[in-house]
């Protein structure tokens, strides 16, 4: 009966993956490469099960970046076990993109290329926190305009993340980092404890730990694609094809043949809580090289003409596109 | 759709005169004013476009934002001090960068940060840093990047006819492990709202 009460618990969280499409997933794990990110100071000699890191004074620390990585890695290959797509934004000790690291600037827009560029449907930033020794808890952004998509997907995130963590909850909250700014889909920041808090950063050393840390990210993602019970989520309720999953579709609210002037509409659909970002195409046919404002790239029609509908609504102009480039190849 | 296109007109406009004030700023540095801190190398030589930066009276209120002590609430100061012919803007950031003078308040702004110059283009003000601001930066955590950058923020904006913030150090874009995207300005908008609620 026990073994019966688990299995039923756990398939709860499984997904008929069969019956089901499920949206791509982009995984960022904060910092990497030159980008340490933060750093915590351990007792002498402690097991990370990480890299082995040490500072200039020869304490042994732990890298927020290593963390990061660990808790993405763990977090990938939990959501790809449920047939979620995934994408990670970088897989080794480098850049975003697995490039090396140059500028802070050149790293956060590889990575939100990358997931933009994908057609991701949802990201999902992995950091931890840092300010000092008695600083302690659980802490999910979104971007202050996010959609109700990205405000449902964080404060579910989060809730799995402090009921899992058991650590004080610092509450779902707003602000313009850039992943989020410059994201198309839904996206959200973790800041799983704090390294600066010695009890924390031990905590965190711990590989069990940060694989709770990335199931309960991961069981926030799936508690979102079912519904969650939060309104405005959207549901992936599309039957899977078949053929392999690519994105096909492309909202965009307008194309204009000066960046300058579609830099001006980006602004005016931003402030109507959307995100979006511009992207330069060339048209074979025409000869022409147009500046679109995009706002969503999806590989179900119906999600793409929900939120063309959504921003008609709003009283922008949208329309529905390839997101293929229309040149041959 | 009327009422869409009508929005933007004004935003035009302001974007034309902020441009000419950018243009004229860019002039006023390159011809040589920028080195004193406390000069205050402001647009106020670059025209009237912007009425704020006009030097203040030699005395007045400025409002400053430090931290509580836990580093995580900002908390309003506001101190009267003679101008000596500086901006509100070069005003408050340096009373910023001294430090608070007041028990239980606390500041994150890395240690040695001097404010070299300060200058105001349309809404933008734009807050030049020594390099111990760089170098001083913390390498990572949400939570140590706003108490650093909120306080910066909420501080200029306070000055009348500024609503953003554009932080250099020496003179150019800082490369710092930010999270935040500082090639823009930034504004309240940017940091949780929690910072400055009632505790």
Known sequence: VRWLTCFSALAGLMLPTTAVALPLVAIDPGHGGRDTGAVGVLPAGTETGLVPRSDSRGRTVIYEKDVTLDVSQR?????????????????????????????????????????????????????????????????????YYASPAARALAVLVHQEVVFRLGLPDRGVKKAGFF?????????????????????????????????QLAEAVGTGVVRYVEGGGAPGTPAYGAPVSPKPLVIKYRVTAGAFRTRALALRRLAAVR???????????????????????????FIFLENARQMRDALRAKGLPAQIGSAKPSAAR | MQ????????????GLIAGMALVAATAAITAGCADDASVAPTTTTAGGSTAQTTARPASSRTTVYFLDSSGERLT???????????????????????????????????????????????????????SEFASG????????????????????TEVPGVD?????????PPDIPTQFDLSAPLARDDFPPELVAAP
């Open chain 2, 3 to 14: 009422a869409f296109r009508s929005q933007f007109l004004p935003k035009r406009l302001r």
């Open chain 2, 164 to 172: 953003s913030v554009l932080i250099e150090v020496e003179g150019a």
């Open chain 1, 271 to 297: 402030r109507t809580g959307t995100t979006a970002v511009i992207r330069r195409r060339y048209t074979a046919r025409t000869k022409k090289t147009l500046h679109y404002v995009v706002t969503g790239q």
């Open chain 1, 179 to 211: 992943v989020l700014k410059n994201t198309v889909m839904p996206a959200v920041l973790v800041e799983g404890a704090f390294l600066s808090n010695p009890e924390e950063a031990l905590f965190l050393a711990r590989p069990d730990v940060r694989q």
């Open chain 2, 76 to 130: 309003e100061v506001v101190t009267s001090d003679s101008a000596d012919g500086e901006t509100a803007l070069a005003v408050a950031l340096r009373t910023l960068a001294a430090g608070p003078q007041q028990a239980g308040l606390t500041t994150a702004l890395p240690a040695g940060t001097r404010l070299i110059s300060s200058s105001q283009d349309g809404g933008t003000a734009r807050v030049n840093f020594s």
């Open chain 1, 75 to 143: 977090l990938d290959a939990w959501l790809r076990a449920r047939g979620f797509p995934t994408l990670m934004t970088r897989t080794q000790d480098l850049a975003g993109g697995d490039v090396p690291y140059t500028t802070v600037g050149a790293d956060l827009r590889a990575r939100t290329n990358l997931a933009n560029e994908a057609g991701a449907e949802l990201f999902v930033s992995i950091h931890e926190n840092s300010l000092n020794a008695r600083s302690s808890g659980t802490e999910t952004y979104h971007f």
């Open chain 2, 137 to 156: 930066y913390p390498s990572g955590g949400s939570a140590a990047e706003i108490a650093v950058l909120a306080p910066i923020v909420f501080t200029a």
